[in-house]
């Protein structure tokens, strides 16, 4: 059974290759919990990799230790073909369509689909994942929903797929809904399909691609499945220091992409905890009776969040090399494989030496609070 945090929530944004931070974090959590087998988050939402992180926790609820510590297996020993295509001739064939499309566009009839292959994720999520626990753990109670979000490319609706006990009811929002389903595989890669890069996946009647973008409320899944108390572990820094720096050389279109995908990854969830924050002192000035009285029905939701102490961009720019040569390459001639292009490289840089100093990091950030993370769980 679940420890007394029934409406305790994990939120687990995208951020790529960043995404091995959570597994640190969660590592050092682990350790101090006093059964480390029990699951202390029954409430599970994740979003882009985070999606694959929550989907983790989700198939082994009924032992919070064995996630974590497979969860750990996959992103210490992790390498770029695990993800992706990164042999010479697939990063070949993927560059030359692109560059066909754009130069034979009318010629070329069927346009390219992505910048890289992510069939090997398929088929690696497929060996690791058994869906079926989900609904056994439902059952016994050791998990009470789990959620997984993915963008619509058609509708532009932000939608959050979610297995849950049976009074757990779907939600409608503007612009974004939650929506009861079966998880699976597809879920995954339909949310962990960052634009341009990984392709679309079809789910039921729409295509979607990676749950982060239009995601105006990145908490709002957790709230809607029940959640009172909610740990956020972030794939970027949440604040940085207000300081405008100069810049003569023109933007690389590494540059250009990192930052936009930084504004997927980051932006929205910094605002929308910001805006949870600003409702929650709200309400702690209002008295009980004020709010009886005009109906008010908001309640407020205690957070924490643990984000990266240092910047992910200058810690990929460091491991760059330990990308396979044939990718190099590829993102060398946009300009990812210098300090300035680190943000791209950093949400692509799925090797052992960058998922490793990530996990390091989110296990020291996460011990350096030992204390609030303790009073947060009630340990």
């Known amino acids: 059974m679940t420890s007394g945090n029934s409406r305790t929530a994990l939120v687990l944004p995208g951020g790529g290759a960043r995404a091995a931070y959570q597994a640190g974090v969660l590592t050092a959590i682990c350790e101090m919990l006093p059964d480390p087998t029990v699951n202390p988050f029954p409430i599970l939402c994740g979003t882009s990799a985070g999606a694959i992180n929550a989907a983790t926790l989700a198939c082994h609820a009924d032992n919070f230790r064995a996630a974590v510590e497979d969860m750990n297996d996959v992103w210490r020993n992790m390498r770029a073909r695990d993800v992706y295509r990164a042999d010479p001739f697939g990063v070949a064939k993927s560059g030359a369509h692109w560059l066909s499309s754009l130069m034979l566009g009318w010629f070329v009839r069927r346009s390219p ?5 992510n069939e090997p994720l398929r088929q690696l999520l497929k060996r690791r994942l058994d869906f079926s626990n989900i609904d056994r753990s439902i059952a016994n109670g050791t998990l009470s929903a789990v959620s997984i979000t993915a963008s619509g490319y058609t509708s532009g609706h932000s939608v959050s797929f979610f297995q849950a006990r049976t009074e757990v009811e779907a939600w409608a929002r503007t612009h974004r809904f939650g929506s009861r389903d079966r998880l699976t595989v597809e879920h995954l890669m339909a949310s962990a399909a960052i634009p341009f890069v990984f392709p679309a996946i079809r789910l039921h009647r729409e295509w979607f691609g990676d749950g982060s973008m239009r995601q105006l409320a990145p908490v709002s899944p957790a709230i809607h499945l029940g959640a009172e108390k909610i740990l956020v572990i972030g794939a970027g820094r949440m604040s940085e220091k207000a300081e405008r720096q100069r810049g003569d050389a023109y933007p690389t279109l590494a540059q250009v992409a990192g ?13 929308d905890i910001e805006r949870m924050q600003r409702i929650n002192r709200t309400l702690s000035i209002i008295p009980e009776e004020v709010k009886e009285a005009a109906g008010v029905s908001l309640r407020p939701i205690e957070t924490l969040i643990i984000a990266p102490s ?8 460091k491991h760059a090399k330990a990308l396979p040569r044939s990718v190099r390459l590829l993102l060398r001639g946009i300009g990812a494989m210098n300090r300035a292009g680190g943000a791209l490289t950093s949400y692509l840089l799925f090797e052992q030496p960058y998922t490793r100093a990530l996990i390091s990091l989110g296990y020291r950030d996460t011990q350096a609070r030992e204390e609030e993370v303790r009073s947060f769980l009630g340990i």
């Open 113 to 117: 689909r992505s910048l890289l292959d």
């Open 259 to 271: 930052h936009a995908l930084s504004s997927i990854f980051l932006d929205g969830l910094a605002v």
């Open 310 to 317: 240092e910047r992910l961009d200058f810690l990929a720019a």
